[in-house]
């Protein structure tokens, strides 16, 4: 039933493989030459193409809506159970391969006639191609991210248990995820066509798809690149039962707590997930890849960043800061994501909020306590905002010229690489007006979302439209920075920050402006990593949009629906304390999502980061981000010869802790480990090697894990059986001291109170 929108004016040249020449992937009729700029990329991605592929085929419908549908069903379940499981793409690109050519094989190749058109369309068009597989591909990404705004649904409905109308949930949900595709659409000439935005972790997915389909010989010696992906993806799924299922504690070996059982300032230092993690481990490839993604698929300079501000945080600044006994911290934990009074107990958020109004309650407040928070997480506020201000400058000083070049090149149609000449040769474009009139439509709903249904979400239509300015204002300079290093600062702090201050008092309204201009921007940068994907793999715009679109509106519809039938179906969900025992529904992600809302929207930042707040001084962070990037740009001009100067990216380095408290300490030793020595030993000492397998290896780690992890849990966690009772049966690292207080007088269950 597909319209091509191709030009079959060139001859389809099917790709060879050819060892590490950068020059064997030219076609020979179109004669091209593989020109981008980018090494990786050379070698990874195949310049040729063959425009007479069918790709919105039936097969394409079918496998692309069932695994979209079911991973945005089997993650959001997941997502509220006490050990979340996230089910990437990656396993679903998998699965379809056999799928498609078992209906390649077996499905009639008659012409069905749709009554009262013209069009019809065949339920078996050919072999099952690579085009297909890719869009099958993109389908799944929309099902395996998650939709942010059910975290407003879940905290309304189980942490202030409260209701929301089910149509104004389901608005809100759908909002979200569709207003990105405006930034998308003004945005892709910078951040697809140039050639110097590579999206690195796409290149996981092309390796991975050539695996699949590239017809190889097999090396003397050696295997064919599928092969070795078959080898990863049996020995992962084989290892992942012992840290998932036989023994867990392997997640995060902390050995000084074992030492040292009884002291709290050892555990502090020793805990790979409450305290520093010095000397703590992990032998579990989730905990390398499970927060921070694969740093396999991570540029090795900015792993090298990343783990520079990862130290000077958690190495200088936290110990001197704690061990000083800066902003109270040693009446609370080292680490921790909650909020505290001033005893350093649970803060009560009942007390200051009005049950009835569901407002700011003042007198509530003056009588109780300040926020307090832990010393980690104070810094960790004050480094969003040093990394956002630090994104600004520097996309401004390092990139700023390029973006005005390429501003002029766009409207002369003048710039790009192989792979931009490819697809403007082969495919139309995607029309501008589909963007602005699908920008136009969700506002309005937005608009409606908000200022409908009771003024439930109590966010304003100029909160809508506030929030639209910012991500429009910052898509193209984090988009700048994620396509080039494969890291993502966020504007969730700042959006929680500005409307706390413009309208404080209001959760709800807090945490929609946040997801409105957050996750707008967020789903722009995931919609144009798909398009940059699209574009390696020569799949034309037009099926590459509509495939996006039906993705999005399908996954979400499919989050909302499982998010709704639990928090209406499960009771006691998301409360540890009334849920019966061994109950998994605890909704660990959304209790983070649930104390920000009372940090941003009910206390407001007025009263944390303001005049009337404990942690003013935070705010000289943003001038500190606004100058870092200056010193390194002002070397790379006195010293032009010298180019590792370059690849000081300050906004990365400030926000290498970024990822925590979600991310603990072991995530990041881990992750730097393995992406170091992969990225720098491997990649020098056996390129020849690193080229033909590094992301393959990557994809299969990843692959085996959540397949073990999807068997475990349906043939024997779902029913209560679990391993054998001992020691390592326990998901932790055996360090109960390590989230302690250790201020004199300070009284908390199950710690040592300090004179």
């Not at 379809?96 to 008659?110: D, F, Q, T, W």
Request: charged share 10%; with cysteine.
């Amino acid at each position: 039933m597909e319209k091509s929108d191709a030009n079959y004016n060139v001859s389809p040249q099917p790709y060879q493989h050819n060892k590490l020449d950068p020059t064997a992937h030219t076609s020979e009729t179109s004669e091209e030459v593989n020109d981008s700029p980018i090494e990786q990329v050379r070698l990874t991605v195949p310049i040729t193409d063959d425009p007479t592929l069918p790709c919105l085929t039936f097969r394409t419908w079918f496998l692309g809506i069932t695994s979209c549908a079911v991973l945005a069903f089997l993650n959001q379940f997941f997502g509220y159970r006490q050990n979340a499981l996230y089910i990437s793409s990656v396993s679903a690109q998998i699965v379809v391969l056999p799928i498609g050519r078992l209906m390649e094989a077996y499905l009639p190749n008659k012409l069905i006639h749709i009554p009262g058109t013209k069009w019809s369309f065949s339920l078996n068009p050919g072999p099952f191609n690579l085009k297909e597989h890719v869009l099958i591909t993109i389908f799944a990404n929309s099902g395996s991210n998650g939709v942010y705004a059910v975290g407003i649904i879940t905290i309304v409905k189980a942490f202030y248990l409260r209701e929301i109308h089910p149509l104004a949930a389901f608005l809100l949900t759908h909002t979200t995820q569709l207003l990105g595709y405006g930034w998308a659409g003004i945005f892709r000439k910078f951040l697809v066509d140039s050639p110097y935005m590579w999206w690195p972790a796409n290149l996981v997915q092309v390796s991975l798809f050539r695996a699949l389909h590239d017809v190889e010989t097999r090396p003397k010696g050696g295997l064919t690149r599928l092969q070795f992906f078959l080898m990863v993806l049996v020995t992962s799924f084989a290892y992942y039962i012992v840290p998932n299922y036989l023994f867990p504690s392997i997640t995060a070996l902390s050995f000084v707590c074992w030492i040292w059982k009884d002291s709290v300032t050892a555990q502090q230092i020793g805990s790979g997930i409450h305290g520093l993690g010095i000397g703590s481990f992990a032998l579990d490839w989730s905990t390398v890849a499970g927060f921070l993604g694969s740093p396999l698929a991570t540029p090795g300079f900015a792993i090298i960043n990343i783990m520079a501000g990862f130290f000077i945080i958690l190495y200088i600044v936290i110990p001197i800061a704690y061990w000083t006994n800066s902003y109270e911290a040693k009446r609370f934990p080292i680490f921790s994501s909650h909020v505290f009074n001033a005893d350093g107990g649970q803060y009560n958020v009942s007390v200051v909020l009005n049950d009835t109004t569901f407002q700011f309650n003042q007198h509530g407040y003056d009588g109780y306590s300040k926020i307090n928070l832990s010393i980690f997480f104070v810094y960790a506020y004050g480094l969003s905002f040093a990394v956002l201000a630090a994104t600004i400058s520097h996309v401004a000083l390092f990139h700023g010229r390029a973006i005005w070049q390429q501003t002029k090149a766009t409207f002369n149609d003048k710039f790009g690489d192989v792979h931009t000449r490819v697809m403007k040769k082969n495919y139309d474009p995607v029309p501008q007006w589909w963007f602005y009139i699908l920008l136009v439509v969700v506002v309005g709903l937005a608009m409606l979302t908000c200022e409908g249904f009771g003024k439930q979400l109590q966010l304003p239509y100029w909160g809508v439209l506030l929030a639209i300015v910012m991500a429009l204002l910052f898509t193209l300079p984090i988009g700048v920075i994620t396509a080039t290093t494969n890291q993502q600062p966020g504007l969730n702090v700042i959006t929680e920050m500005i409307i706390g201050y413009m309208y404080p008092g209001k959760p709800l309204a807090n945490v929609a402006f946040k997801t409105y201009g957050y996750i707008s921007m967020t789903q722009a940068l995931m919609f144009l990593s798909d398009f940059k994907l699209g574009h390696y793999m020569k799949i034309p715009p037009k099926s590459m949009f509509v495939v996006q679109l039906v993705g999005t509106l399908v996954a979400s519809s499919v989050y909302f629906g499982t998010a709704w039938w639990l928090l209406t179906s499960v009771e006691h969900i998301c409360e540890p304390s009334k849920l019966p025992e061994g109950s998994p529904w605890t909704c660990p992600g959304d209790d983070v999502f649930y104390n920000a809302s009372i940090i941003w929207g009910v206390v407001s930042p007025l009263r944390m980061f303001g005049r009337l707040g404990l942690y003013s001084k935070m705010n000289y962070f943003f001038l500190i981000g606004i100058l870092a990037p200056l010193p390194v740009w002002v070397l790379t001009r006195l010293f032009p010869e010298q180019k590792w100067i370059r690849l000081i990216h300050m906004p990365i380095i400030l926000g290498g802790s970024a990822a925590m408290p979600t991310a603990k300490a072991v995530n990041y030793l881990c992750w730097g480990a393995v992406g170091i020595f992969f990225h720098f030993f491997v990649y020098r000492r056996f390129k020849g090697w690193w080229v033909r397998h590094n992301y393959i290896l990557s994809a299969g780690l990843d692959a085996g894990v959540a397949f073990m992890a999807i068997l475990c849990y349906f043939t024997l966690q779902i029913r209560d059986i679990n391993g054998m009772r001992w020691w390592g049966l326990d998901l932790n690292d055996h360090c109960p001291l390590a989230s302690c207080p250790t201020a004199p007088g300070i009284e908390v269950e199950g710690c040592p109170i300090f004179h």
